[in-house]
């Protein structure tokens, strides 16, 4: 999004809006009233680093409406790189907020992905939490090619206001990027594992390891299948200090 209001950062080809959590939730007012179809995205150094050799994925990102700092990899590199950045932005916070606003405003959230029931369960926690949130929908992220029309024309039959989209990236920014207008959502996020940690299913780190932007360590100690994955992190850290350091 083109905002005067706030800076957006060049993170080795991906660009982020610096913006705090209660700029993020303006936008998305903003994206909601106006009624546009739109994505948001909460990025992390794994996925950054994966649009380095994957011009579509770069697009997909740099045309979002909004693009906020979810990992602490993005807030140390952004530093790193010059840019004045106060804080993560993360999705699973950003769920949270939303559904705190939306229990207000009346908006109507539809919960996607994540394994059978879990969404449901997501949901459910998340209402009794914020009492009047209005759930239109939910349905788990496991769908074959041939399902995703029935998916498409049921979300739209909800029209929601926000949607949430838990298929892990990047399957869920290549999801919204490539339906959103169809769907006719205004605000369309990828959440990652949010619901698995929603639902209980999952425990967020402790207090210590967000505390010390640990998190990452956290998911690599709890899940060690991650450790593939995660080696894209010292990866990513280097060609940040080489684009600080050699200009490129
Ligand atoms: N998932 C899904 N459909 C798929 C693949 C994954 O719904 O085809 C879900 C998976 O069950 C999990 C989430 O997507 O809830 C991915 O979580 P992960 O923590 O790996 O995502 P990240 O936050 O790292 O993007």
Known sequence: MTDKRWTKA????CMIDLVTMEEALEVIEEIINKRKPS????????????A????????IINTAQL????GIGIVWGARRLGYKIKDRVTGI?????????????????????????????????LSMQYHGLKVCGCRDGYFNDQEIEKIIEDIEEQSPDILL?????????????????????????????????LSGKKLRAPQFFIKFNLEWLYRLLSEPSRFRRQLSLPKFALKILKKKYFGR
């Open 10 to 13: 060049n993170i080795l080809g």
């Open 39 to 50: 994505h948001i995205i909460t990025l992390n150094a794994e996925i950054v680093y994966s």
């Open 52 to 59: 380095l050799n994957d011009q579509i994925l770069r697009e």
């Open 67 to 70: 693009v906020t700092a979810d």
């Open 93 to 125: 916070d950003m769920v949270h907020q939303l559904c705190r606003i939306a229990s207000v405003k009346g908006w109507k959230i539809f919960f996607f992905g994540a394994a059978p029931g879990v969404a449901d369960l997501a949901a459910q926690k």
């Open 165 to 197: 989209v838990a298929l892990g990236a990047p399957k869920q920014e290549i999801f919204i990027n490539k339906y959103k207008n169809l769907l006719g959502v205004p605000a369309c996020l990828g959440v990652g594992g949010s619901f698995d940690v």
